[in-house]
């Protein structure tokens, strides 16, 4: 059962409460027993069923148990074809992409706050300066 094959059609086939499929990381899930069971609530499982679960599963950093529950919910493979979606967070690709994107933005708030405070920082300077002269 474990070892079965699925196109990605298959899988949309399973979006309902009870009949449900996640695919995670290519692999495909039986959740429907599950669903009830879930801490995260069913909302959430209801919202990817069917479809790749991949980024919905890892953004939520779920614990060990929650992977080997996970595992006792494996009915097979996904079997992707021309013109399916692609595969979700493609562990290289995007894990790549969001540290560079999000790395980039911390630099560009690092240099705005360095450059304020260093135009803060000679403002006053200045008026210090002019005061100075004034009292002189
Ligand atoms: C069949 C697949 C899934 C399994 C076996 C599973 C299992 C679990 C488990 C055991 C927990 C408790 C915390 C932990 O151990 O990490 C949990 C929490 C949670 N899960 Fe899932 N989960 C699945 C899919 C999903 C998906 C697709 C989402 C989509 C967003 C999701 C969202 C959450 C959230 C938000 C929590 C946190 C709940 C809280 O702490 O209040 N889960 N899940």
Same mark, same amino acid.
């Given at each position: 059962?474990?070892?079965?094959?699925?196109?990605?059609?298959?899988?949309?086939?399973?979006?309902?409460?009870?009949?449900?499929?996640?695919?995670?990381?290519?692999?495909?899930?039986? #959740? *429907?027993?599950?669903?009830?069971?879930?801490? !995260?609530?069913?909302?959430?499982?209801?919202?990817? /069923? @069917?479809?790749? =679960?991949?980024?919905?599963?890892?953004?939520?950093?779920?614990?060990?148990?929650?992977?080997?529950?996970?595992?006792?919910?494996?009915?097979?493979?996904?079997?992707?074809?021309?013109?399916?979606?692609?595969?979700?967070?493609?562990?290289?690709?995007?894990?790549?992409? #969001? *540290?560079?994107?999000?790395?980039?933005?911390? !630099?560009?708030?690092?240099?705005?706050?360095?450059? /304020? @405070?260093?135009? =803060?920082?000679?403002?006053?300077?200045?008026?210090?300066?002019?005061?100075?002269?004034?009292?002189?």
């Amino acid at each position: 059962m474990a070892d079965k094959v699925f196109t990605y059609s298959d899988v949309a086939e399973h979006n309902t409460k009870k009949d449900l499929f996640l695919v995670i990381h290519d692999k495909v899930y039986d #959740s *429907t027993k599950f669903i009830d069971e879930h801490p !995260g609530g069913e909302e959430v499982l209801l919202d990817v /069923g @069917g479809q790749d =679960a991949t980024e919905a599963f890892e953004d939520v950093g779920h614990s060990d148990e929650a992977r080997e529950t996970l595992e006792q919910l494996l009915v097979g493979t996904l079997k992707r074809q021309p013109g399916d979606p692609a595969p979700k967070a493609a562990p290289a690709a995007s894990a790549s992409a #969001s *540290t560079s994107s999000s790395g980039g933005l911390g !630099g560009a708030l690092y240099a705005v706050v360095l450059i /304020g @405070g260093l135009a =803060a920082f000679g403002a006053y300077q200045y008026l210090q300066a002019q005061q100075a002269a004034q009292e002189a």
